[in-house]
């Protein structure tokens, strides 16, 4: 930690010449309060890797595993290999050398997928982690030997402890020992501190500068409009407008129907605000399956008023095995008129 | 009002073509694309009903036949008691990467540069990074607690914290993975993806070194700040506390009004020069302490992967970069003669010092005009006078700081850092101009 030593000396100096005077103006000490011992504990949750701040507490394997399925394997999978939300966790690609040696030899292969646990050198973040914003849809509901019994279960799908392993305050940092990561980190640059020193810096040349001008990379033709019609997301006056990279349309014009002013049949608008708010939208989308199936295939299945009481218990209390392996968790903190916009939208079928 | 016979007769106004109703409809919820085609046809007809005055073949019919703005009644005060910008700039918005992100919550919107001016981002189109979502805070209830090595914890209200001596100061803010999607090779099209997770504000707020002289911190121990948010992820960031003490700022003010929900309000933190990441929305609480955390944006996200496999990690300062913004990628010049190439510049660790021109793919580098003020930490504007005369053109620009530092090309940059690191790329960027004048996002080798 010689580095952080040497970032930690330049800190010091600056407070020397901390540029606020040391005499606060008058009256301003009257501003703000102290904080109560219940306060500062109702906040301050975090969690050091010299363990300063970890709740006692502890948790097993097997009752992590109980929690994850049913919290957390919705987002990251069963055993915290799903790519389909989040970068996987855990793909139990990490050896037994990797933990002995405290480095992670495949970081040095592109083709190997980094996972958290590949990454993480500090048990303490992964605990701090947890606690403080999982899960995804309702942070802060765990209890500590929850978040013991979590961790464990991460720690174990990645061969770091046994199937009987039971993590507590006391067993910490000797698990902490054995992360895959510990001695991968680095702070070895210049990016810490304002003045620290750069690793790469540019050529001053310029007139006939010694550089290669070959095109060696650029977007195919058929990748353009991968981000949408350019030439609908620049200003489409003055000198540099948009290029039109939508094919099989040759104009910006309206559709036929709207140009013309015919009759046009006002959709049932997705109640967006509400979709978002309560959350909805971090497991479904408008079209396809993402964690939970797509908004397009529930409301095709649930097309009509006889369903609406059967969804407002699936939203609020949640279920599982109608779409598949992952359980959709109980969703009880959405308001009930955005409850009410959600399923009547859901059963209202489409136009 | 007299009226020349050619200027045809006078006709009412066109808000009387249109239906009462319709009118209404649009006082209230504003133009929809049906109500669009509405009015097209009301305006239609109310041309048509009159007489065309005579247009010789040189005349501009947009200066000699009046148009309807220039004969009506303009709309009333308050019509917009929050102003909108014209309906002729609704391209110009912030916009997702197609695929970058699987939730909407855990995601990024990038800002439209290519069609911005000067040194400031409309507060509406400054760029997003949400990790957990964003929230809406009520600001009689938000509270900012101070606690870790000071003689009193302290807590102070949004109240107080307005009370309190306060600075405004224009700083950049630019995400630590802006242009990540790049490190390999070409992947988006337009600066907006490339470079668009940038953004300047002129903030508003309270030093974090007048809280800290509130709060009695212990001077012999500290070097590193937690900050952390009130939004449910409660994002935590350790903070160097030279940075801190410096210029960094509790602010609640974002170009002259209060922070945007989407960018923290009621109170964010601004740590100039260093990665938005660190710049923690919705704060709730900053804590003093003399070890660094490792949160989990400090060793799962924002850790720069070298090709030894090591990870830097605590990566914060935002080292020198430029972009040319306009003729940039997806855009394209109509006519050959003269233009204007400007773009942004910027440093975390000082001032813009100049910014160099290149048409030639980097042979030849010609200096620009910088336009003022040139702010520590902040976007300069430059521009560069160009003729283009239809030829093949590779536009590049670089930087130098006033530390001495000159912006890198790529691959100077990949040669110590590899393609793998994602975060701190801050390489020249190359726009190559065809003989047709489309403008395209090239690397070059």
């Known amino acids: 930690m010689s580095s952080w030593g040497r970032a930690a000396a330049v800190g010091l100096c600056a407070m020397a010449m901390a540029s606020w005077a040391a005499v606060l103006p008058e009256g301003l000490a009257e501003l703000g309060r102290p904080a109560t011992e219940g306060e500062v504990a109702a906040w301050d949750i975090d969690v050091r890797p010299d363990f300063v701040g970890l709740p006692p507490g502890s948790g097993d394997v097997w009752a992590g595993e109980e929690i994850w399925l049913a919290q957390c394997a919705s987002c990251h999978g069963d055993f915290g290999d799903s790519n389909e939300i989040f970068a996987p966790l855990v793909l139990g690609n990490i050896t037994e050398e990797d933990i002995t040696a405290g480095r992670v030899a495949s970081l040095t292969d592109p083709a190997v997928t980094r996972t958290t646990l590949m990454k993480v050198p500090t048990l303490s973040t992964l605990w701090d982690y947890i606690y403080r914003a999982m899960p995804w849809n309702a942070p802060k509901s765990l209890s500590p030997d929850e978040v013991y019994a979590l961790v464990a279960y991460l720690l174990n799908l990645g061969y770091v402890v046994d199937d009987d392993f039971v993590l507590s305050d006391a067993n910490m940092a000797e698990t902490q020992a054995r992360m895959p990561n510990r001695n991968g980190m680095s702070l070895n640059h210049g990016l810490w501190s304002v003045s620290g020193a750069p690793d790469v810096s540019g050529l001053a040349c310029t007139a006939d500068c010694d550089v290669a001008v070959n095109v060696t990379s650029s977007l195919p033709a058929y990748a353009m409009n991968a981000h949408g019609n350019l030439a609908e997301q620049v200003r489409d006056w003055g000198p540099y407008p948009g290029l039109w990279t939508e094919r099989g349309r040759e104009t910006t014009e309206e559709p036929e129907q709207l140009a013309a002013g015919g009759a046009v049949i006002e959709a049932v608008v997705a109640p967006e605000a509400a979709l978002n708010a309560g959350g909805c939208s971090g497991c479904h989308q408008m079209a396809g399956q993402l964690v939970g199936p797509g908004f397009d295939a529930i409301r095709a299945k649930y097309a009509g008023q006889e369903h609406a009481a059967y969804l407002r218990d699936k939203i609020v209390n949640g279920g599982a095995g109608v779409w598949g392996s992952m359980p959709m968790p109980p969703m009880p903190a959405v308001e009930e008129d955005a409850l009410q916009q959600i399923v009547a939208w859901l059963t209202a079928g489409e136009e | ?445």
């Open chain 2, 1 to 445: 009002m007299a009226l020349d016979a050619e200027q045809g007769q006078l006709q009412a106004a066109p808000e009387s073509f249109l239906p009462k109703d319709l009118v209404e409809d649009i006082s209230r919820d504003g133009i929809n694309p049906g109500r669009r085609s509405l009015l097209r046809g009301a305006f239609t007809a109310a041309a048509a009903s009159l007489v065309a005055p005579a247009l010789r073949a040189d005349d501009d019919p947009d200066i000699v036949n009046l148009p309807s703005w220039t004969r009506s009644l303009g709309k009333p005060v308050v019509a917009n008691p929050y102003g909108q910008p014209s309906p002729y700039e609704a391209n110009i918005v912030r916009r997702q990467s197609p695929g970058l992100t699987r939730t909407d919550q855990s995601s990024v919107s990038f800002t439209p540069l290519q069609n911005l001016f000067g040194m400031i981002t409309p507060s509406g189109l400054h760029f997003e990074r949400h990790h957990q979502g964003w929230v809406d805070i009520d600001p009689r209830r938000h509270r900012l607690m101070i606690n870790g090595l000071v003689d009193t914890p302290l807590v102070f209200t949004m109240e107080e914290l307005l009370r309190m001596p306060s600075v405004s100061r224009i700083h950049f803010l630019e995400c630590g993975a802006n242009t990540g999607l790049e490190w390999g090779n070409v992947a988006v099209p337009t600066v907006q993806y490339s470079h668009g997770m940038l953004s300047a504000s002129e903030f508003t707020g309270v030093p974090v070194s007048l809280l800290l002289e509130r709060a009695g911190f212990d001077r012999q121990r500290a070097t590193v700040l937690l900050a952390e948010g009130a939004d449910g992820s409660s994002m935590t960031r350790t903070i160097n506390l030279e940075n801190a003490l410096d210029d960094a700022l509790v602010a609640y003010g974002q170009n002259g009004e209060m922070l945007r929900p989407e960018n923290g309000y009621p109170l964010r933190l601004v740590v100039p020069g260093v990665q938005g990441v660190s710049w923690v929305k919705w704060l709730r609480r900053l804590e003093v302490g003399d070890k660094p955390w490792a949160t989990k944006d400090e060793v799962a996200h924002y850790v720069d992967l070298m090709p030894d496999g090591t990870h830097r990690q605590y990566t914060s300062i935002q080292e020198a970069k430029s972009v040319i913004t306009a003729p940039s990628g997806g855009q394209k010049l109509l006519k050959q003669g003269y233009y204007d190439i400007t773009g942004l510049a910027w440093s975390g660790r000082g001032t813009v010092e100049k910014v160099e021109v290149s048409v030639d793919g980097g042979r030849n580098w010609r200096p620009t005009r910088l336009e003022g003020p040139i702010l520590p930490k902040a976007l300069t504007r430059f521009h560069y006078d160009w003729v283009w005369q239809g030829e093949v053109a590779l536009l590049q620009s670089r930087v130098t700081d006033s530390t001495g530092y000159i912006q890198p090309s790529r691959a100077q940059l990949v040669d110590v850092r590899g393609t793998r690191s994602i975060y701190h790329n801050n390489a020249i960027q190359t726009w190559r101009v065809s003989a047709d004048g489309e403008v395209q996002n090239v690397q070059l080798g």
